[in-house]
């Protein structure tokens, strides 16, 4: 059986901050393992595999582009 961490421990590990872990919990990526009180406990080997999925994916999904456009300033209006 792998030793359980907490949520800090778990993201000092990955190199990211405790939200980007319940940010993985809630897409889905990391699923708890245990919780010891109200703390969720994660395996380190599910901790960086998580790391690893965020990694693959296109960053900014969903965000404009920098320096793209916004839909408004000097383009002409159609018509």
Known sequence: MSA????ELAAS???VVPATIRK???LG??????HRGRAL???LEDVFAAE???R???AGL???AAGGHSGHGDAPAAG
């Open 4 to 7: 359980l961490i907490g949520g």
């Open 13 to 15: 590990e990955a190199g």
């Open 24 to 26: 993985w919990v809630q």
């Open 29 to 34: 990526h990391l699923r708890p393992a245990g």
């Open 41 to 43: 406990l994660y395996r």
């Open 52 to 54: 690893r999925a965020a």
């Open 56 to 58: 693959r994916r296109p």
């Open 62 to 64: 969903g965000a404009p």
